[in-house]
């Protein structure tokens, strides 16, 4: 578990965009280790963990699009029923709220990725190893 840097990308929604968004950080050989999107009528919301969050900042500011860098925590975590559940009820009994997160596991893996997003990073980083 660590604390992260996430990326949020408002971007407009038409096709070829995020290719254009992945291409980039291609070629600057920067890696995506999270991804997640969501959508208005105009506009996409990418939020990304990322190998070299500077780097990409630099990168998406070079080329007039607009980011937000956001705190977020990491967890490795099991792919068993249950796992999240127990994530969740510590951060609950500490009230600290999880404000949005997301991830995503191969059935036959044994770890997966959480990306959270909470109102206190430090204190669930705190509960969670506790």
Known sequence: ?????????????????????????S???I???AV??????????????VSE???AMILFEEHGTLVVETEIVMIEGDNKPGSLARICDKLADAKVNIE?????TPPDARKGLLI??????KKAMKVLNS
């Open 1 to 25: 578990m660590q604390l992260g840097t996430q990326l949020a990308l408002f971007l407009d929604n038409r096709p070829g965009t995020f290719a254009r968004v992945c291409d980039a950080l």
């Open 27 to 29: 070629a600057a050989k």
């Open 31 to 33: 890696n995506i280790y």
């Open 36 to 49: 997640s999107t969501t959508d208005t009528v105009d506009h996409s919301v990418v939020r990304m963990v």
């Open 53 to 55: 969050p500077r780097k």
């Open 100 to 104: 949005y997160c997301y991830c995503a």
């Open 116 to 121: 959270l997003r909470v109102n206190n990073a």
